[in-house]
Nanobody
Framework: QVHFVESGGGLVQPGGSLKLSCAVS????????MAWYRQAPGKQRQWVAT???????TYTDSVRGRFTISRDNAKNLVILQMSSLKFEDTAVYYC???????????????WGQGTQVTVSS
């Protein structure tokens, strides 16, 4: 079983900052990539950023330079530091993790419950 605890969402003014955290726990062998997605009202879920175990990070164009994804591998924790927030960043933000339940099993993607980020004046 895999458990997610997401936190850090809230209401922020345009230009402000927020930090989202996502901790994964449970009975599994290892965590590979961890990522953030977001879903705005009436829109499809959109990929935001990914962190791979080795340290590589990638971002969607609309957040590059404003958002930073980081990880604490020992704690299976992924953080999304968001700055210079815009109205269009308003969404429910979800983290996911590619997890291997046992060393010989393939990766399975698990999702957190989501946290609301609202950018409003």
């Amino acid at each position: 079983q895999v458990h997610f605890v997401e936190s850090g969402g809230g209401l922020v003014q345009p230009g402000g900052s927020l930090k989202l955290s996502c901790a994964v726990s449970g009975n599994f062998s290892s965590v590979s990539s961890m990522a953030w997605y977001r879903q705005a009202p009436g829109k499809q879920r959109q990929w935001v950023a990914t962190s791979i175990t080795g340290g590589s990070t990638t971002y969607t164009d609309s957040v590059r330079g404003r958002f930073t994804i980081s990880r604490d591998n020992a704690k299976n924790l992924v953080i999304l530091q968001m700055s210079s927030l815009k109205f269009e960043d308003t969404a429910v933000y979800y983290c996911n993790a590619a997890i291997r339940s046992a060393p010989t099993l393939p990766l399975t993607l698990y999702w957190g419950q989501g946290t609301q980020v609202t950018v409003s004046s």
